[in-house]
C-alpha cells in the first residue's frame, strides 16, 4: 500500500488535511427545533433563485415534515419541501454560500474544517506496515 514510505494518504480527507462543508457527516443534519428561519443554498436555480429561508413547518403523516421555503429576494417566490430533500447536499446547502463556493466545491475545501483523522497533515501511518515501511506478515 504504501511502498515502503511507511504512510498513505488519509481516507477521510482525500489526503488534502482538510473536510468539506459538514465535516464528517456524508448528508446535512437537520434539527426541527431550529429550523424556522434558517436560511438555505439551492444548488440550481430553484423559481429563478438559489437563497431561501424556511417559513413554516408542517408535520405530515408517518413523520413526515414539509418546510415552506420563501426565496430571500422575492418573498412572493415560495415552494413547499419534505425536509429530507435539504438533507442532500448536492441539492441543498445549510446557510447561504457564495456563487464562488457553488461553482467550484473544491475550493470549499480550503475554508473547511481541519481533518482530526490525519491531524490536518493529509497522510495516516500505513495500516500493514505499522509505518515501518517494511510490511508485516503474520505466519
Known amino acids: 500500500m504504501c ?3 511507511g504512510s498513505v494518504p488519509c481516507k477521510a ?26 436560511k438555505w443554498t439551492a444548488m440550481q436555480e430553484t423559481l429563478g433563485w438559489r437563497h431561501f429561508r424556511v417559513m413554516q413547518m408542517r408535520k405530515g403523516t ?5 418546510l415552506l421555503l420563501q426565496a430571500s429576494c422575492d418573498p412572493t417566490q415560495q415552494l413547499w419541501l419534505n425536509s429530507a430533500i435539504l ?4 441539492k ?3 446557510g447561504w454560500l457564495q456563487m464562488s463556493e457553488m461553482q467550484d466545491p473544491q475550493a470549499t475545501l480550503a475554508t473547511g474544517v481541519p481533518c482530526r483523522t490525519c491531524s490536518s497533515s493529509g497522510i495516516v501511518p500505513c495500516p500493514q506496515c505499522d509505518a515501518s515501511g517494511v510490511a508485516v506478515i503474520d505466519v
Request: with cysteine; charged share 20%; aromatic share 8%.
Open 13 to 38: 480527507c482525500n489526503g488534502t488535511g482538510r473536510l468539506g462543508r459538514g465535516g464528517y457527516n456524508k448528508k446535512t443534519t437537520l434539527n426541527m427545533s431550529k429550523i424556522l428561519h434558517s
Open 62 to 66: 408517518a413523520g413526515v415534515t414539509f
Open 87 to 90: 438533507k442532500d447536499r448536492a
Open 92 to 94: 441543498w446547502a445549510a
Open 3 to 5: 511502498q515502503g514510505r
